[in-house]
């Protein structure tokens, strides 16, 4: 940690006033962006944004931390490689850090028709800005540091995607830098206080009902994760949305820098170095539904002997700590955004294993939506009524949905 970086941050929190222009329900990454950029970019800032435990500490302090844009879309691949050029500005933007670091993101091939997909998608990336070249093997064993080119025998590297732009950051920091900025343009956010109820009259929202008290707005956007369907029941929408728990861990400290991305959806896991030098590792989300936020041993054991086959370097490693978040899946896997049936309720959900990626394009996108009432072109194929107009979205691109 640099102390003097964490003195500079500075959080003023308030007391909810009456009534606001916008209500945003949670204070995770996505509904502080969505305020920041409403008050930064469009000048409202009689914005609330009301979280019920504290910010970040829901699934935006559960992830881990990649940010990327080599989806296999365009529309996905347009929408994330937005996201990760304004993650690269964001430092200076806020003039806070967010730890931000670019290693690559390889994602590993060890069959033939893995090179033929990855070789596509290195092709829809390139042509809809995302800066992704497929590579042999031997640029592999060069370039990724410990690795085992023919791990278990049967899983030999047969090439991968590179996508040059794969970065990390530092989750809380990035919430603490979007939370302060709005702050300091006058947004109220609000900790330990739940929405209770959203009020309509005639199709419109009226107000929203807290532990707090009512307040009277016009325009609530649900950005929370893990009880999207909650809060559109309030108002009588439902999502195409289920929810799963997707788990994570950290190692103790490995010494040597590990700068790659890896992923690889044939051995079920990727990894990459945090900031701390802990060696971080995920996975594929449970199969079963739930909210439940319980690790368990199952999920260690069934991938840390594909990473120590890939990697032997880290049998030498041992699990620090471990935790679980809750994964928003779409039927498409892709996200759902804007408004709905109900004037004036807005959603920003379905973001799945790949919603830390999304924050910044996601808020900057959802205040334009509000401060100008049009749809802008970046999310409108990711509309609520795609599932009813059949214009789904099918992407898998990330190895936490397999």
Known sequence: MNEFWEAKVKLRWAELADSYDVVVIGGGGHGLSTAYHLALRHGITKVAVIEKSYIGGGNSGRNTTVIRANYGIPEAVRFYQRSLELYENLEAETDRWIMHRVGGNWWLVHTEAGRRTEQARAAVNQAFGAKTDFVEPEVIAREIPGINMNPLGQFPVMGASLHHGGATARHDRVNWALAEGAMRAGVDIVQ???????????????????????????????????????????????????????????????????????????????????????????????????????????????????????????????????????????????????????????????????????????????????????????????????????????????????
């Open 192 to 402: 330990d206080v739940e929405v209770t109820g959203i009020n309509t009259s005639g199709g419109k929202v009226v107000g929203v009902e807290t532990t707090a008290g009512p307040i009277a707005t016009e325009t609530v956007v649900s950005a929370v994760g893990g009880h999207a369907t909650r809060m559109a029941d309030m108002v009588g929408v439902r999502l195409p949305i289920r929810t799963h728990p997707l788990q994570a861990f950290v190692t103790n400290h490995y010494e040597r820098k590990f700068d790659p991305i890896i992923a690889s959806a044939d051995l079920g896991f990727y990894v990459s170095q945090t900031a701390r030098g802990e060696m971080l590792g995920g996975a594929h989300i449970d199969p079963e539904p739930s909210y439940s936020r319980r690790a368990g041993h199952h999920f260690v054991n069934s991938i840390a002997r594909n990473m120590v086959a890939l990697f032997p370097f880290m049998s030498g490693l041992r699990v620090l700590r471990q935790w679980t978040g809750t994964c928003d899946m779409s039927p498409d896997y892709t996200p759902v955004m804007g408004v709905t049936p109900v004037n004036g309720f807005l959603i920003t959900t379905g973001w799945g294993t790949w919603g830390f990626k999304a924050i910044p394009a996601g808020g900057e996108a959802m205040a334009q939506l509000i401060a100008t009432g049009e749809t802008p072109e970046l999310i409108a194929p990711f509309a609520l009524d795609r599932f009813a107009r059949d214009r789904t979205l099918a992407d898998r691109s990330s190895s936490g949905t397999h």
